[in-house]
């Protein structure tokens, strides 16, 4: 069993800068494939962006991409998502998310029903 705990969130004016991370605890998730979601109020579950096991391969929902950044640092178990120009439609929580059943190299899951482990969210409000 893994444990994902996101943190980082918080309140951002309109333009600004946030980086969530996501550690992970009790089994190492250097082979595995993780994914950033988001979910706003009233609405589902959406899928922000992806990252291969070795961190070479991301993805992005057109609505972030050139915005967002995902990266990892294996040795410390960790994902990141870096959000730049942040407008107040990215207000949610955020969710890291690891898929742990897949054994592709190039693997990025977009769908949330192919992740596994879940993290328990964070608040990202961003303020106009």
């Known amino acids: 069993q893994v444990q994902l705990v996101e943190s980082g969130g918080g309140l951002v004016q309109a333009g600004g800068s946030m980086r969530l991370s996501c550690a992970a605890s009790?089994?190492?998730?250097?082979?595995?494939?993780m994914g950033w979601f988001r979910q706003a109020p009233g609405k589902e579950r959406e899928f922000v962006g992806s990252?291969?096991?070795?961190?070479?391969?991301?993805d992005y929902a057109d609505s972030v991409k050139g915005r967002f950044t995902i990266s990892r640092v294996n040795d410390k178990n960790t994902v990141y998502l870096q959000m730049n120009s942040l407008e107040p439609e990215d207000t949610a929580v955020y969710y890291c998310?690891?898929?742990?059943?897949?054994?592709?190299?190039?693997?990025?899951?977009?769908?949330?029903?192919?992740?596994?482990?879940w993290g328990q969210g964070t608040q990202v409000t961003v303020s106009s």
């Open positions: 998310a690891a898929d742990s059943t897949t054994s592709s190299t190039w693997n990025l899951p977009s769908a949330a029903s192919e992740y596994d482990f």
């Open positions: 990252i291969t096991r070795s961190g070479l391969r991301t």
């Open positions: 009790g089994r190492t998730i250097s082979s595995w494939s």
